[in-house]
């Protein structure tokens, strides 16, 4: 007995369709992928091969998260950058223009430092200098630290503007770490939250899409 339908490869995903025998030489569309081709015919006892005439429909795209995955991290690299770019400036501009004053600066914060358990017990006279020693040691420290520290807030606002427009990946890579790691003080907490946020999304699939779209 004649079989009604015909089992046809589809020549695109190769889903086996079961198509009607009248419709053997006419154009059929695959209900796995959605691609069209022309239904082989029989010839000589043999069916013929099956003709593509339209590839498959194009899959879907995945929706993207929205924008705020990387917005909301920029934004806090932008903020902790201008600020530590503003503090940083003023710092190294002081620390280098007027180092008695950063001596000044420094002999100020080394009672605190005793007093949090640094430096080592002594005679009034011993103790007071250790704590010149230290305090000259603590100025020419942030003589350079400073502006260290102005440079990486530069770099870490410029990041935080490349990952808010999407351009410049490695940049925004960059100056998520630097946020992360540079905690010097409580303030620079958010900093870090925000430049661990940043390198979580941008090494995720739909933050690196971001950047090539």
């Not at 929205?66 to 710092?91: R, Y």
């Not at 002081?94 to 002999?107: E, K, L, M, N, S």
């Not at 603590?138 to 990486?152: H, M, N, Q």
């Not at 808010?164 to 946020?179: F, G, P, S, T």
Request: net charge neutral.
């Amino acid at each position: 007995m004649t079989p009604e339908t015909e089992v046809i490869a589809c020549p695109a995903c190769k889903h086996l369709v079961r198509v009607p025998l009248d419709w053997l030489g006419t154009q059929v569309q695959c209900p796995e992928c959605k691609a069209l081709f022309r239904a082989p015919v029989r010839a000589d006892g043999k069916l013929t091969e099956p003709e593509l005439v339209a590839g498959p429909a194009p899959a879907a795209a995945r929706p993207a998260r929205p924008d705020a995955m990387l917005l909301l991290p920029a934004f806090g690299l932008l903020l902790c950058g201008i600020a530590g770019t503003i503090v940083n400036g003023v710092l190294a501009y002081q620390f280098v223009t007027d180092p008695a004053g950063a001596t000044g600066w420094a002999r100020n914060q080394v009672p605190a430092l005793r007093q949090a358990g640094f430096g080592t017990p002594g005679t009034p006279e011993e103790q007071a200098a250790e704590d010149e020693r230290n305090a000259a040691q603590l100025a020419g420290t942030y003589r350079w630290l400073t502006p260290v520290s102005f440079v990486v807030s530069v770099v870490v606002f410029a990041g935080g503007a490349a990952m808010a427009r999407r351009r410049n990946y490695r940049l925004a890579q960059v100056a998520c770490a630097l946020a992360a790691v540079n905690v010097a003080h409580a303030c620079c907490v958010p900093g870090a939250l925000a430049g661990l946020w940043g390198l979580l999304m941008l090494n995720s699939d739909e933050g690196r899409e971001h950047f090539q779209k």
